[in-house]
C-alpha cells in the first residue's frame, strides 16, 4: 500500500504533466521526471510482509478506576529482516499512557525481537481489551507499506472506586426472620439489652444477670434485642439525560459508585441487595446474600453507560413482580427531570419505603464551568428548583442531596434519617 508520500508525488508529477500540455512546455514535462523516477525506484523494492509474533503481560487484569498497572510485550521477528518497522500496541481511549512507550519505529533484523515496557491508567470503569498489536513494514524509501496484527487482545476489567461506607447509615427498616444486624425490636440474638427474666433451666450462664439475682435472690436472666436481616434494593438511572460533566465525572459514573458502595456496605451487614439498571436496556440482579452477590452487582455495573429513556414506570413495574415488596428501595438519581418525583410517590404509594441519593448534577457542572455573574445567577435558579423537588420528595422518601465532592458516607451521616428501626 501507498504511504501519503507516494500519493503526493504521484499527484505532484501529475500535475506537472497537466501544466506541461496546457501550456505547451517540454520544461513543465521534464518537471514530472524525478517524482516519477523516485516512485519507479521504491517499485523496484516492495516492502516485506511482516510476521511477527508479539506476548503481552500484564501486571493485573482487574483494577480499580484511577489506578495505573504496567503492561510488557515482547515482539519477535519470524520473518524476514524489516529495514523499518513501525509498532504500536493499541489502548482503548480511556486509557491515558503514564510511563514508558507502547509504540517504536526500529528496524528488527530476521529472529530479532523488541520489548515495549509501559505503565497505563484507565479513567473511566469498564471492560476493555488491550491490542492488537499493529505492525507496519515500510520500504526503503517510505514510499510503500505492508500491516500485520499479532498478539491479539488482553482483557481488561476496570471497577468503579468503592465509596468508603464503614461510618453511613443506612440499612433496610423492614426485616425478615433470617438473622442479621438490623434491630427488630423483638427478643432474639443479637447484642443489645432487651430485658430481664426468670433464669430458665437451658439458658446460657453468661446471660444470667448476677446483680439482679443477689438483689432478688433468684436467678434472672438478661435477654437481648433480637437482630435480623432486610432487603435493598437499589435502582440506579443512567439514562441518556442524566449525563452531566466530562466522560469521568457525571452522575451516571458517581451514581455507579455509590450503587457499589451501598450494596458493599449492606452485604456487610448481612443484609440482601439487589439492583435495577435503568439505561438502554432494563437490567436487574435478584436480591441475595454474600461476597458473590457483590461480585454479581459489579459485573453489572461495570458495563452501565449512559443511555435509553426507560420511563420509571418500567421500574416500579419491575420492582412489583420480581422483588419483595417490604425491601427498602434507593434511587440513585440526578433528579434532573420530574420523572423521579412521579415514580417515588408510586413506589410510596405501593408501600415500599423509598430513599433517594442524588448526585448533584449542579455541582458536578459547576466544577467545569467559568463563573461569571450570569453563569452564578443561573446556578442559583437551578439550586432553588431542585431545593423545590427535593423538598417535594421528602414528603414521601429519604432524600440525600449529595455533592460528590463529598464522601457519601459524610453526606449520609448528615441527614441523619437511614436507617429506621422498625
Not at 496546457?22 to 521534464?30: A, D, E, P, T
Not at 507502547?102 to 488491550?130: C, E, F
Not at 461480585?295 to 419483595?324: C, K, M, N, Q, T
Not at 429519604?398 to 451521616?413: F, G, I, K
Request: aromatic share 8%; with cysteine; net charge neutral.
Amino acid at each position: 500500500m501507498r504511504t501519503p508520500l507516494a500519493s503526493g508525488l504521484t499527484a505532484l508529477a501529475f500535475v506537472f504533466v497537466l501544466l506541461g500540455l496546457g501550456f505547451r512546455s517540454w520544461q513543465l514535462v521534464l518537471l514530472a521526471l524525478p517524482p516519477l523516477a523516485f516512485l519507479a525506484t521504491a517499485a523496484l523494492v516492495p516492502p516485506v510482509v511482516p510476521v511477527i509474533r508479539a506476548t503481552r503481560t500484564l501486571s493485573r487484569d482487574r483494577i480499580e478506576a484511577g489506578q495505573a498497572f504496567e503492561a510488557s510485550v515482547l515482539v519477535v521477528n519470524d520473518g524476514p529482516g524489516l529495514d523499518l518497522v513501525e509498532i504500536r500496541d493499541v489502548l482503548p481511549p480511556e486509557f491515558r499512557l503514564e510511563a514508558g512507550a507502547n509504540a517504536a519505529i526500529v528496524p528488527l533484523p530476521a529472529g530479532g525481537s523488541l520489548r515495549l515496557d509501559y505503565a497505563v491508567r484507565p479513567a473511566v470503569k469498564g471492560d476493555y481489551g488491550m491490542g492488537p498489536l499493529r505492525v507496519r513494514a515500510l520500504d526503503p524509501l517510505a514510499l510503500g507499506y505492508e500491516d500485520a496484527e499479532a498478539g491479539g487482545t488482553s482483557r481488561v476489567v476496570v471497577a468503579p472506586v468503592l465509596e468508603d461506607m464503614r461510618r453511613a447509615r443506612l440499612g433496610p427498616r423492614r426485616t425478615r426472620p433470617w438473622f442479621g444486624q438490623v434491630a427488630s425490636r423483638q427478643r432474639g440474638i443479637g447484642l443489645e439489652f432487651w430485658g430481664i427474666r426468670d433464669y430458665v433451666p437451658g439458658d446460657d450462664v453468661r446471660r444470667i444477670n448476677w446483680k439482679a439475682t443477689a438483689r432478688l435472690d433468684r436467678l434472672l436472666s438478661n435477654e437481648v434485642e433480637g437482630e435480623r436481616s432486610g432487603d435493598v434494593v437499589i435502582v440506579l438511572d443512567a439514562r441518556r439525560e442524566s449525563v452531566v460533566g466530562s466522560e469521568a465525572e457525571n452522575p451516571v459514573e458517581f451514581g455507579v459508585r455509590a450503587a457499589l458502595g451501598i450494596a458493599d456496605h449492606v452485604l456487610a451487614s448481612r443484609n440482601r441487595v439487589g439492583l435495577v439498571v435503568q439505561r438502554d436496556v432494563l437490567d436487574w440482579v435478584y436480591p441475595a446474600f454474600g461476597r458473590r452477590q457483590l461480585y454479581r452487582i459489579l459485573d453489572h455495573l461495570v458495563h452501565v453507560r449512559a443511555g435509553g429513556e426507560w420511563p420509571f414506570g418500567h421500574v416500579a413495574w419491575v420492582l412489583s413482580r420480581f422483588f419483595p415488596r417490604d425491601c427498602l428501595v434507593v434511587l440513585i438519581s440526578p433528579l434532573r427531570d420530574r420523572d423521579a418525583l412521579e415514580a417515588v410517590i408510586d413506589l410510596a404509594g405501593r408501600g415500599y419505603d423509598v430513599a433517594v441519593v442524588s448526585p448533584s448534577p449542579l455541582e458536578i457542572e459547576r466544577s467545569f464551568a467559568f463563573e461569571g455573574p450570569a453563569e452564578a445567577t443561573a446556578h442559583a435558579i437551578l439550586r432553588m428548583e431542585r431545593e423545590n423537588l427535593i423538598a417535594q420528595l421528602r414528603r414521601v422518601a429519604q432524600v440525600v442531596d449529595w455533592n460528590p465532592e463529598v464522601p457519601l458516607a459524610a453526606s449520609l451521616r448528615r441527614t441523619g434519617v437511614l436507617p429506621r428501626r422498625a
